[in-house]
């Protein structure tokens, strides 16, 4: 269908029909029915379902964690996923929230990256920081991951 504006210019009219497909993630056991249009939207889907599933499976404690997953397209193909998930960062006892700053001596070399710890100058908490950290589960290196600590927890 085509008509005019009221500049006098013709537009066209045009349907376009959006497929979407059904693909499938699985986890640990788990697994969901994912509707979408592209790949790159299933595997965000999915990712999501992915980050939802450990924080829900497991109290996500105040360290980062990873969770692996496949996810299988409408022709059967199947790619795999794999998630970091980041601890929230906790609360600060004080309105304006947390006021980091570098612990002195805690910044060294680690592989390709560096290590190091601040500390909240308002509610005592640390942070550590690991720009080449390693999977537990895996080995696999060159991630960046967080831990929270309660200053409690060590010896200052």
């Given amino acids: 269908m085509s008509g005019k504006?009221?500049?006098?210019?013709r537009t066209e009219a045009t349907s376009e029909t959006t497929t979407i497909g059904a693909y499938l993630v699985r986890a640990d056991g788990a697994e969901e029915r994912i509707g979408a249009a592209t790949l790159d939207e299933a595997r965000a889907l999915a990712e999501e379902w992915l980050r939802e599933g450990i924080v829900d499976a497991v109290e996500v404690d105040l360290r980062t964690s990873w969770a692996d997953g496949t996810l299988t397209d409408p022709d059967g193909e199947i790619t795999q996923l794999s998630v970091q998930v980041d601890p929230e960062e906790p609360g600060c006892t004080?309105?304006?929230g947390h006021q980091w700053a570098q612990v002195k001596g805690s910044l060294w070399g680690h592989g390709g990256g560096v290590e190091y710890t601040e500390l909240c100058g308002r509610c005592l908490l640390l942070r550590d920081t690991d720009t080449w950290a390693q999977r537990p589960d895996t080995g696999e290196q060159g991630l960046r991951s967080v831990t929270y600590r309660r200053t409690e927890e060590v010896c200052l």
Avoid: M, N, P
């Fill in 5 to 9: 504006t009221a500049g006098g210019s």
């Fill in 94 to 96: 004080e309105r304006t």
